[in-house]
């Protein structure tokens, strides 16, 4: 009989998208923190057996948060098995649009989620409607950019989420010169909106010590490797080459063939996960070690890059590197602050698309190409690296999809940052009887950090040891937290 004990610490954790919990696992000679999403979505297999050309449209239902990443990501693995290489202007319509993405994302996180985690550091209730109650004017500009997105996104795609616009080589539908002089003047109403969120966050978090205070605390360190793209060294959000770096701030590998990332992530499975384990192939499999772990998102993209572009969002880089004391940063609270940086880079690079002629000028489609039996697209969702590869037939059909998504690659990261404080919180219980309310908090504010979206990441589950489509995992445990049995 096992001589683990089980203490579900989180279940489920909250203010994140999706379902997970988290638990707290004790045997003899070690204390490990499992950070279990719960929910399953089988999407590689509902893409089997479908035509490739629709498969942008199917996945982009993965998620209501990020849905237009899984489109264009899908949509790239789209043009590659059809062998058509997308128009000059259809890129930057799916440009403009992947910055949309990132920024409607990077705002609702940080407004709603970041903000009250650090700002309410040390109080019972740390969420939006106590921040509302301290700040009524901040909460309103927050809320009124949430209108201003749903406005902006149907203006351009159409639809707020899941949406059909991109087809093999291309996109549905351009934009004329009066629909953006409209979404321009709805994205500047959101960037004077979004100051007055940056200006709270440096006063109070930044200037006033907060941030350096909760930064020195250890548990929120995690010295792993790097992932994010690149192009010619400045921070990308669509299309560039995969650069990993090691904690120390070494370019281990810089690819730019994103065909070959199974180069640089391998991924294990576990029972207790629907979730895979992704980690950097060379150092090999070591679970709830930082040895093997990658790190993906906002924090890693800063560590990675060696320039932002954007006049202002430059400048923020640069404050934001000075103040932790260079790169890497490998403390996880910095990762709101990086998501302040490609908020207001976002900004820019939407402005400086919107200027370019070629945005209105030359054709949506190409429709000339080979097609093959593979294709992968891969970029930057908001929370991180997503990649999409898709196999067909010679008629084109699916005949296997795999997605691996930010959420799955940092689930190594958010498993072995939570450990690093699970000894701590075992040792609260067996003495006090409950854990501290700090010692939640830290937790709940690690995984908050990585703004993890668990629906997206529920993609793989075990029958008798085997990787299938379908079923579920069972856990025995007695009343005492004793596990009886697992399978």
């Not at 000679?29 to 509902?46: H, N, P, T, W």
């Not at 089997?48 to 990501?73: D, N, T």
């Not at 690093?420 to 006090?432: D, T």
Request: proline share 4%.
């Amino acid at each position: 009989m096992s001589e683990y004990r089980l203490y579900r610490v989180l279940d489920p954790v909250t203010l994140v998208e999706g379902v997970a919990r988290v638990v707290i696992v004790t045997g003899d000679r070690d204390i490990r923190a499992v950070y279990q999403i719960m929910e399953f979505r089988g999407f590689e297999k509902l893409a089997i057996g479908r035509k490739m050309e629709e498969l942008p449209r199917i996945m982009s239902a993965i998620c209501g948060v990020c849905s237009w990443s899984h489109h264009l990501a899908s949509g790239k693995a789209i043009d590659v098995v059809f062998g058509r290489r997308p128009t000059p202007r259809s890129t930057l319509v799916r440009k403009l649009v992947n910055y949309i993405q990132v920024l409607d994302s990077h705002l609702l996180h940080f407004a709603f989620i970041g903000l009250p985690d650090v700002t309410l550091w040390g109080e019972m209730q740390r969420d939006i409607s106590k921040l509302l109650a301290k700040n009524p004017g901040l909460v309103e500009a927050a809320l009124k950019t949430r209108s201003l997105f749903k406005v902006l996104e149907k203006k351009l795609v159409g639809k707020i989420q899941h949406g059909g616009f991109v087809v093999p080589g291309g996109v549905t539908r351009g934009f004329n010169r009066d629909e953006i002089a409209e979404a321009e003047k709805i994205l500047g109403e959101i960037s004077d909106l979004t100051m007055k969120l940056h200006e709270f966050f440096k006063d109070r978090v930044v200037y006033s010590g907060l941030l350096r205070k909760l930064a020195e605390r250890g548990e929120f360190d995690l010295k792993a490797y790097n992932l994010g793209l690149v192009s010619g060294g400045d921070l990308e959000l669509y299309d560039g080459a995969l650069r990993l770096i090691d904690s120390k701030g070494r370019v281990v590998a810089e690819i730019a063939d994103n065909s070959k990332y199974s180069d640089l992530i391998g991924e294990a499975t576990v029972p207790w996960n629907y979730a895979t384990l992704p980690y950097y192939k060379q150092a090999g499999f070591k679970l709830f070690s930082e040895e093997s772990t990658i790190l993906v998102g906002p924090l890693a993209r800063i560590n990675v890059s060696s320039r932002v572009r954007g006049e202002k969002a430059s400048l923020e880089y640069g404050e934001l590197v000075e103040y932790a004391g260079g790169k890497p940063i490998s403390n996880l609270l910095y990762a709101h602050w990086a998501r302040l940086v490609e908020i207001i880079h976002c900004i820019e690079m939407m402005r400086e698309i919107m200027d370019k002629p070629e945005l209105y000028e030359g054709g949506l489609v190409n429709i000339t190409g080979s097609p093959v039996e593979r294709g992968i697209g891969v970029l930057e969702a908001p929370r991180g690296i997503l990649i999409h590869d898709y196999t067909g037939n010679g008629e084109l059909i699916a005949t296997s999809a795999r997605v691996i998504t930010p959420t799955t690659i940092n689930n190594m990261a958010i498993n072995t940052n939570l450990t690093k404080v699970s000894g701590r919180l075992v040792e609260e219980i067996r003495s006090k009887g409950e854990p501290s309310r700090e010692t939640i908090a830290i937790m709940e504010s690690m995984i908050r950090a990585y703004d993890p979206c668990n629906s997206c990441a529920t993609h793989v589950l075990r029958i008798n040891g085997h990787s299938q489509p379908v079923s579920f995992t069972l856990m025995v445990v007695s009343e005492e937290g004793e596990v009886l049995w697992w399978g």
